[in-house]
């Protein structure tokens, strides 16, 4: 028997959005957790902070300097936490952060099937489309459909490596650097760096061209 | 059982009550491992208070998407790359 083994003499709100029952779920939990001192209502708020302010930008300077040093980007990629304290960027708490390089022969690109895992802290918050379900469920099952619906068109005989970031370990892609950016200072080719493309679902802008972000 | 770098595992088909961090898309298939992370305490017990301990290695796997979706055929290069801790994976020889 469920809660709704009752006479329907009153109308049912359909319910229109998962957003709301989800931050009342979340209101709760803190209010009882916050009761039994398991948290503090300031911690909160501080994590909340840091959380919002983190942004692209920040994976965009790591990006374009191993653009410009390939002795940085090798170190990027082995170790890519002691890369961001190089350039003074906050790698955040324990989630370990591994750099991964598109190359003409190899794509990259991340998901993460089971929730919601992603770079926070050199990336930001993740992007909406990131958490939906389709885009979960179709970036293992139809990943070169789903690049070609961002725009990215991959030959065949690119290999596409599509990572599913389950447990402790939070991808960034080194996207391609862009012909014709030769000229171009570390700021400027930061600049170009979009987020989708450190996600792997974009390449990053090209020179003279307004930053595209989906 | 530890792997190495480029063995053939696979991925136990085993049910698991509760919170757990291997996809059913990769229960009962076989992969290579193309990464080994290192140690990490287990989510399953850290998930409900427990201190995850003992550590589980954690692995990259790559797996080919014809084996994984049965008839998508088509780009053989390109591959699904999951992160698996060892107690969920068998040697697949």
Redesign the interface.
Known sequence: MTEHDHEHDHPHTPIADDEQPAAARARVLEEVLVEKGAIRRADTRQEIDWLVSRSPADGARLVARAWVDPQFKERLLSDAREAALELGLDPGPSP?V?AVENTPPVHHMVVC??CSCYPRALLGPPPHWYKSLPYRSRA??D??GVLAEFGVGLE??V???????????RYLVIPRRPSGTEGLGENELAALVTRDSMIGVAQPSAPGEPPRQS | MTFQAGQRVRVAARAHEGHHRTPAYVKGKSGRVERIHGAFTNPETRAYGGDGLPEQRLYLVGFDPSDLWPGSGGQTRDRVQVDIYEHWLEDAG
Request: aromatic share 0%.
């Open positions: 370990v591994v099937t089971l293992v099952s990943p070169r065949d005989d290999e596409l490596r599509v990572l599913d970031s389950t447990a402790n370990i």
